[in-house]
């Protein structure tokens, strides 16, 4: 069974470009979770999909928007990024929504923003 | 809105001595919760969770913990550490509903060194 996946491991952008995250979430999950988490701080949720549609979002503005397939995998878009957004980006896929069922992890994509 | 404390950021042990990380979470209703823990350039990896039931929950790794709803703590504890118990652990509480539902929110958490 092949676990959650997510591309580029690494990217490095200037402030004010645009940025595209994939993420594969593990087989027989519909729900995807994404979390930004910066250095030193515990993950902070951005948005939940659930069967290609937003069911969940945390404090974060529209520039951040994300999508969902419908083999369930999942992109997050971040427009004019700025110095902040620099973090590692965690998708996490489950079963099925809420947040009674266990979220996977996978191992992040480190943004770094110049 | 839901949080979660952990007030140790840093935890230093022997090999083979007992361990316990704090969490202290506030939450309205009675809360999912859980503790995951992350090693260097991994993912989190979830160790155990508590929905309701028995207070004192088992996780992998031999680790457990107990919720304590008089004091809005659950915390982590392993009898005797590993070298390899050497991470970031991170306790965190589920939203059941409203428009963050299915967030977890994390603690800052508790970075835990192992010496031999």
């Known amino acids: 069974e092949t676990g959650v996946t997510q591309s580029p491991t690494h990217l490095i952008k200037t402030r004010g470009q645009q940025v595209t995250l994939r993420c594969s979430s593990q087989?027989?999950?519909?729900?995807v979770s994404w979390y930004q988490q910066a250095l030193g701080q515990g993950p902070q949720f951005i948005f939940q999909?659930?069967?290609?549609?937003?069911?969940g979002r945390g404090n974060f503005p529209p520039r951040f928007s994300g999508l969902q397939f419908p083999n369930y995998s999942s992109e997050l878009n971040v427009n004019a990024l700025e110095l902040d957004d620099s973090a590692l980006y965690l998708c996490?896929?489950?079963?099925?929504?809420?947040?009674?069922?266990?979220?996977?992890f996978g191992p992040g994509t480190r943004l770094t923003v110049l | 809105a839901q949080s979660v404390t952990q007030p140790d950021i840093h935890i230093t042990v022997s090999e083979g001595a007992s361990l316990e990380l704090r969490c202290n979470y506030s939450y309205g209703a009675t809360p999912y919760l859980f503790w995951y823990v992350q090693s260097p350039g991994q993912g989190l990896q979830l160790l155990l969770k508590y929905f309701s039931g028995d207070t004192l929950v088992q996780g992998i790794k031999g680790f457990e913990a107990e919720f304590k709803r008089s004091q809005s703590s659950f915390n982590l504890r392993k009898p005797s550490v590993h070298w390899s118990d050497a991470a970031e652990y991170f306790c965190a509480v589920g939203s059941q509903g409203g428009t963050s539902y299915g967030k977890l929110t994390f603690g800052q958490g508790t970075i835990l060194t192992v010496h031999p």
């Open positions: 999909y659930y069967r290609e549609e937003e069911n």
């Open positions: 996490a896929s489950s079963p099925r929504a809420g947040a009674n069922n266990e979220q996977f």
């Open positions: 087989s027989g999950h519909n729900t």
